[in-house]
């Protein structure tokens, strides 16, 4: 596999795009996610979930399969089967790292030319 299909960098994408909603979003906001009727208890997975998603945001093109479905879940994506087996392959291959690396220095040089 030499590249990543239209699918897979979509899938990607809105991952990242949901991992950057749970940073951004207030506290309040993701407890009343969390299906617990424990303030405290909301609070704490409320901090975890944004904790987790600022960690998978930051190391995106290096995540192992494992994280990439706990980034998914943080997210709230749903991950389609056909999807999962495309995304195993280019992580373990190494396209996704790659694809996703450039991707980000792309955007780095694009935000540098804005401000």
Known sequence: MKTLS???ISLARQIQQGL????NAKLEVL????KSIDRRFQRQEA????????EFLSGFNILKMPEFMWAARCAGVNVPQESLNEVRESIES??????FKKAFKERKAIQATLF
């Open 6 to 8: 239209q699918e897979a």
């Open 20 to 23: 950057q909603r749970v940073v």
């Open 31 to 34: 407890m009343d996610e969390v």
């Open 47 to 54: 901090k975890w979930r944004q904790a987790q998603s600022k």
């Open 94 to 99: 190494g396209v996704f790292k790659a694809y």
